[in-house]
């Protein structure tokens, strides 16, 4: 399970970089557009820039949930290595509440957009609003494996 996830991981900070170089492309292009004659003024830059930035913050979040990287908050900052553990497994468990919300109606609403197609692109809606399902699975897996790599830790300790 470890080696999945891991080469998951590695796969998501793979598409995280190519979704950021991508969406240089459009917003590079809007940008050009406005103030040179060079290139004509795209509509479609505008929809794309939009769709990768979605896509790119659901990767980063979920990147981020795999490394530990969102913010935390040292409330009590001098507690014993067993408080600390209990306490992030007990930040972890609400990330999940949050994640299982994220992926119920993350399936909601790709399935309202399943046979949508976006304005200019013509493009399936359901490719973008699936980022949603996909970043909570993923963030619940992560937490979970998180979680189990703690509670080993806490076994240790005491």
């Not at 796969?11 to 950021?20: Q, R």
């Not at 990768?52 to 935390?72: K, N, P, S």
Request: net charge negative; hydrophobic share 55%.
């Amino acid at each position: 399970m470890q080696k999945i996830l891991d080469n998951v991981s590695r796969f998501l900070i793979w598409i995280l970089a190519c979704t950021v170089i991508l969406l240089l492309v459009p917003v590079s292009m809007q940008i050009f557009s406005r103030f040179t004659e060079l290139i004509p003024r795209y509509m479609w830059t505008e929809e794309m820039s939009r769709f990768m930035f979605i896509w790119m913050v659901m990767i980063g979040a979920t990147v981020g949930v795999r490394e530990g990287l969102h913010f935390d908050l040292d409330v009590w900052p001098n507690l014993s290595p067993q408080a600390s553990i209990k306490l992030k497994m007990v930040s972890n468990f609400l990330i999940v509440m949050f994640a299982g919300v994220v992926l119920y109606w993350g399936i909601e609403f790709t399935q309202f957009g399943w046979n949508q197609t976006s304005e200019l692109a013509d493009m399936p809606m359901w490719w973008i609003f699936i980022a949603w399902p996909l970043a909570g699975f993923f963030w619940i897996a992560f937490l979970v494996e998180s979680t189990l790599r703690d509670l080993k830790h806490l076994s240790e300790i005491s």
